[in-house]
């Protein structure tokens, strides 16, 4: 039987740049999570019968809103939802199982990176058919439709068995819990040398995989451990739990900072990575060095040839504007196309679908592929296995070749979260007003060759999307970016990226921070961080 329940809109439930995230305590007010989802239904046509995939990182309230999203789809007309087995799906192998099954699209259930817990943050986001975030367009409209919302349906079926595996009926819905491993284990073999992968663990190669209590866990123990035959123990931390084991999901050298410690010691692994909340994201560290996201990507791109799946070569490179120029050095030297969007997963996918290109990345730790349409950490952590294994080189020496190859990017992020909003976007908007006079100036010693606002002329589809960040280009390459962020639960955050390029090997083994320490004051005198902030250092630097 379906019900109609009256409700009444909440008037904040506009999605970022990937879904909806808030705090948990405010996704538990009544009627909350169901108005979101039957927004979600509302900005959707021809459903009818069609196959919903289902599932989250684990994270607490996870089970709760799968319960309350399985009697929706029910309710709205859905024939079959595909959930993982425990509520479990990593957000690549949602994407790939929505790809795999044709599905008309899916739910998933997480706040990437950010922290989980009673207080702590949820989210939902919609995904279509292929595979990839929700584009702009539809989030604008599932927005409008909360702001209107006055009823949505559920299918009183009860709870549904999410442990079993195994096809049930729910009010006339087909409800299938899988293996939520399987399926992506399954691809990964078809893209990458499991042999020689295999072959080098048991020469003795010597990884760590810190899981972060998150969702890729079972899919590191899976992959890693039983399938490529590195030893028991490569996996850490690999249960996924509630509140993270109350710490933060995030792959970067905070959050991550054991695993940091350990690959610089005397007695380090050959390799150390890492994955966040929902599997989407990365951190690659070899012996005695840290590779930036911005390198990973164009150290990946330019070496892909070497794993069975992309043995015929790319077809373009991909990157959000903040990410470093690194990969374009690649691309120039390929003869493929690059492109440079907005952050967000989103941007990529008119890209990846109309064979433009075939390797993407953010300077946010998420790299990935056409293989799905969503960013995917272990996808880049076997990636890196598959050229080491073929390569027989070290992280360290493969970086070394590629920036005396290439040149360096000496590139770091700056984060200063939770600022208060009206300050942030004060801060903004004086430095937009700023733009036009910019140019020609010279601050702290180097001469401002562009500023601007950066906007993004879809190839695909013609849209156009403004205000996606500040940029201040220098004479030489160097160059810093500001940009508010989208993905937190409460404040802002604003993000300073800054980057300088070092054609001159001699000059490769610079410590990060100190080779940019001229960018990071030049920056702070530009846009006045200090001023408006009131912060004397960012939360984060990474």
Not at 44 to 52: N, P
Not at 513 to 520: M, S, T, Y
Request: proline fraction near 5%; include cysteine.
């Amino acid at each position: 039987m379906t019900r109609t329940v009256e409700t009444k809109p909440f008037s904040d439930q506009k999605p970022g740049t990937s879904g909806l995230r808030k705090k948990v305590p405010v996704f538990q007010q009544e009627h909350y999570a169901e108005n979101f989802i039957q927004s979600v239904f509302d900005s959707l046509e021809g459903f009818q019968g069609q196959t919903l995939v289902l599932g989250g990182d684990g994270r607490y309230f996870n089970r709760e809103v799968i319960q309350k999203a399985i009697a929706m789809a029910a309710g709205n007309g859905f024939g079959r939802v595909i959930v993982g087995q425990g509520g479990i799906l990593s957000t690549p192998a949602a994407s790939h199982i929505i790809r795999k099954y044709k599905a008309f699209g899916g739910l998933i259930l997480s706040a990437s990176h950010n922290p989980g817990g009673p207080h702590e943050d949820f989210g939902i986001k919609y995904n279509a058919g292929n595979g990839g975030p929700a584009p702009e367009k539809l989030t604008d409209a599932i927005f409008e439709r909360s702001k209107a919302i006055s009823r949505f349906l559920v299918a009183d079926i009860g709870p549904v068995d999410l442990d079993r595996l195994g096809s049930v009926d729910a009010g006339g819905m087909k409800v299938e819990v899988i293996d939520p491993v399987a399926d992506y284990a399954e691809l990964m073999e078809t893209l990458f040398d499991f042999d020689a992968i295999r072959k080098m663990f048991k020469g003795g190669f010597r990884m760590a995989f810190d899981a972060m209590h998150a969702v890729t866990g079972p899919y590191a123990k899976e992959i890693l451990e039983k399938r490529l035959g590195a030893p028991a123990g490569t996996a850490r931390n690999f249960v996924p739990l509630p509140d993270f084991g109350g710490h933060h999901p995030d792959p970067n050298l905070v959050h991550a900072k054991a695993l940091y410690d350990e690959m610089m010691g005397d007695d380090a692994p050959d390799f150390g990575a890492a994955s966040d909340g929902d599997g989407d994201r990365n951190l690659v560290i070899g012996r005695g060095i840290f590779i930036t996201p911005s390198d990973s990507l164009a150290m990946l791109a330019a070496n892909a040839h070497l794993a069975p799946g992309y043995k015929a070569g790319l077809k373009g490179i991909a990157r959000s504007m903040p990410t470093s120029g690194a990969a374009d050095r690649v691309a120039e030297k390929l003869g493929i196309g690059m492109y440079e969007t907005p952050t967000g997963w989103k941007f990529f996918g008119n890209l990846l679908d109309a064979g433009m290109a075939t390797i993407c990345g953010e300077e946010s730790a998420g790299t990935g592929s056409d293989h799905v349409r969503e960013k995917d950490g272990l996808w880049a952590v076997l990636l890196w296995l598959n050229i080491l294994a073929v390569r027989g080189e070290s992280a360290r020496d493969i970086a070394a070749k590629h920036w005396a190859t290439y040149g360096r990017n000496y590139y770091s992020r700056h984060d200063y979260e939770e600022v208060e909003i009206e300050a942030a976007n004060r801060l903004m908007t004086e430095l937009r007003g700023r733009l036009p006079a910019l140019p020609g100036a010279v601050v702290r010693g180097m001469k401002i060759a562009a500023a601007d606002d950066f906007a993004y002329h879809d190839p695909i589809d013609g849209s156009v999307s403004k205000n996606q960040g500040v940029r201040v280009m220098f004479e030489g390459g160097s160059r810093a970016v500001f940009r508010l962020s989208g993905t937190g639960t409460s404040g802002a955050t604003l993000r300073l990226y800054v980057e300088r390029y070092e054609p001159d090997p001699a000059r490769h083994d610079l410590d990060t921070q100190e080779a940019l320490a001229e960018l990071v004051a030049a920056a702070d005198e530009i846009a006045g961080i200090r001023r408006h902030t009131g912060r004397e250092k960012p939360s984060v630097i990474t």
